[in-house]
């Protein structure tokens, strides 16, 4: 049998412009996926309508055009899958592998935190309730190509967590699977802040029977104080001007062979440079990094 091709993917949430810290992951995924021939997808997730920014889906878009991010064929945008994620419900209520919830946060929160499967077999309608799946299969650890096993929290791997929230919303977890499912994504390069939830999506492309993809999860910039770089820690948007000196610094972060005569090269031609270069051993396999651009964007 011969490998599939190889096919990545940047899923940005549109809650704001892309700043440092999701640049580090949309370039470690494209030169990943342009290193390993493969196909590079953008996936617009936005299924969180209250977290959402108006206009932040087109000016991440634009922002991946100038950065010479070119991703190839259409974009998906999750709020056009909802029939999608119903059939995934579906299958899965089909299969008794789903119940209602109507546990308030308060009562899981007295227990530690994690839910005990409570309402499993107490057969609640949809009203005013959250759908969980019921974990017949935990994943307790997974292998990550930059840093190894990553053994999970077992309360977390074990959980019943929610697939459908009490608000009407899907939950991420669910969307992602069915989303990466769906585009054939053979490999995950994300940031490290995206470690904690991989065990539960695994362990949903095994109750769907789908192929699981490999993980990268590469460092998450972070600020002085040690915090994701983020719209709420007024991470600065990615600069308008000349995105070079910004894909220098981004490479750099990701412990990459400096560029020579980068100056006189197009966005795209320091990009192919990158590519050439692409070596995801010598990414840092840190959790999280310090960067100065959080606060000195050129
Ligand atoms: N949309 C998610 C985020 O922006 C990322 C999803 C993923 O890469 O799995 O945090
Ligand atoms: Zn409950």
Redesign the pocket.
């Known amino acids: 049998m011969t490998a599939p091709q190889y096919i990545g993917r940047f899923?940005?949430?549109p809650s704001g412009e892309l700043h440092f810290g999701s640049l580090i992951a949309a370039l470690g995924s494209f030169l990943q996926a342009r290193a390993c021939h493969g196909q590079w997808l953008v996936r617009i997730?936005d299924i969180d309508p209250p977290r959402e920014v108006p206009g932040a889906a087109d000016t991440i878009l634009r922002q991946l055009e100038h950065y010479g991010l070119q991703w190839d064929g259409d974009v998906l945008w999750q709020s056009q899958r909802r029939q999608a994620y119903c059939e995934a419900l579906d299958w899965l209520r089909d299969q008794h592998l789903s119940y209602y919830c109507t546990c308030p946060r308060s009562r899981i929160q007295q227990i530690g935190g994690f839910y005990d499967g409570h309402c499993r077999t107490l057969n609640h309608g949809s009203e005013n309730a959250a759908m969980r799946l019921v974990q017949q299969h935990p994943v307790l650890s997974f292998e990550d190509k930059l840093r190894g096993r990553l053994v999970a929290d077992e309360q977390l791997a074990r959980e019943d967590f929610i697939i459908h929230r009490r608000d009407g919303l899907f939950a991420y977890n669910l969307a992602?699977v069915v989303d990466d499912n769906f585009q054939g994504v053979t490999e995950?390069v994300?940031g490290a802040d995206?470690i904690e939830p991989t065990v539960r999506q695994i362990s949903l492309y095994q109750q769907f029977g789908w192929r699981v993809p490999q993980y990268v999860h590469l460092p998450l910039a972070v600020n002085e104080q040690g915090n994701k770089l983020s719209k709420q820690n007024h991470a600065p948007a990615l600069p308008q001007g000349d995105p070079r000196p910004v894909l220098i610094h981004a490479l750099a972060f990701l412990n990459q062979p400096l560029i020579a005569h980068w100056q006189d090269l197009s966005p795209e031609s320091l990009l192919n440079e990158a590519v050439k270069n692409w070596a995801l051993s010598d990414v840092p396999d840190t959790a999280a990094m310090n960067t100065s651009f959080s606060n000195a964007p050129h």
Do not use: C, F, K, N
């Open positions: 899923a940005p949430s997730e992602v995950i994300r995206l």
